[in-house]
């Protein structure tokens, strides 16, 4: 970590340092420190490990970049910051940091002791707190339902659930003032994600499928046209979705390909 944070150290120099590095401010970076944390995912879910090197690297940057603005200020150093972990991951393991046949309460548990013991100024210990409100909506939707659900309120199965959602659809259809419609929708979003809690899909991890699903179909309709010689956009809907309907079902051949492959080779 010595020559990142001696680098970091140059940069921010106010004298010989980097114009553009030397006026950043905690504001300023957290964007770059959110972008990099997706890139980080994106090179995991692409198997890159390559990238994946890289990205790791620019997101330790990030850590640097908040620790040392700190330091300059008196609030912490990065050793702070990694001695804090360390204390925080040696107390969520008692099982494993702990005497011999220690057990654990659950990571929740112990999360929500630590809660307890330092209550949020602002929200006096609810079980809501610590929730970050810039986490993706979906993510954050979660994580919310799911503290609620610890204090016994949640639907006892999906039955309740899709009834919600089936509510939320028909608020949707009533609605005709745009910030009702807004509000409708976003009831019916969070009814979703209701959902998949239940079902124990990760709704994050779900719709970034749905949407790369989306992107390389509609990128192969798109190369469709360009081998017929056709320009893409102004064929028709019906041709486009002949279009789509032959990309759905070449992309299902070969995924129906890939597994009679797999099967063979076990």
């Known amino acids: 970590m010595a020559p990142l944070v001696a680098i970091m150290a140059r940069l921010r120099d106010p004298d010989t340092g980097c114009p553009w590095d030397v006026k950043q401010t905690f504001a300023t970076i957290a964007p770059y420190t959110i972008e990099e944390a997706y890139e980080v995912a994106d090179a995991i879910a692409r198997n890159d490990m390559a990238e994946l090197r890289d990205e790791l690297g620019d997101l330790l940057l990030q850590v640097v970049y908040h ?148 992107e390389r179909r509609f990128r192969s309709m798109e190369m469709r046209s360009v081998d017929q010689g056709i320009d893409f956009v102004s064929l028709s809907l019906d041709e486009k979705e002949t279009l789509w309907q032959a990309a759905k079902a070449a992309e299902e051949d070969n995924k129906a390909s890939d597994t009679d492959a797999s099967s063979v080779t076990k």
């Open 67 to 214: 620790a040392r603005i700190a330091e300059e200020s008196g609030h912490f150093a990065l050793a702070d910051v990694i001695a804090a972990i360390c204390d925080k991951m040696v107390r969520r393991h008692p099982h494993v940091f702990g005497p011999d046949g220690a057990t654990s309460p659950g990571w929740e548990e112990i999360k929500a002791a630590e809660r307890a013991e330092k209550p949020s100024k602002t929200d006096e210990g609810s079980a809501l707190s610590g929730v970050a409100t810039a986490l993706p909506a979906l993510v954050r939707a979660e994580k919310l339902q799911k503290r609620a659900a610890r204090t016994g309120f949640d639907w006892p199965d999906t039955d309740g659930v899709y009834a919600k959602i089936d509510e939320e659809l028909a608020e949707v259809r009533a609605a005709n003032a745009q910030d009702e419609q807004v509000e409708e929708i976003g009831d019916l979003l969070f009814a979703v994600v209701n959902l998949a809690r239940h079902m124990k899909v990760d709704a994050e991890s779900a719709l970034r499928a749905a949407t790369a699903k989306f």
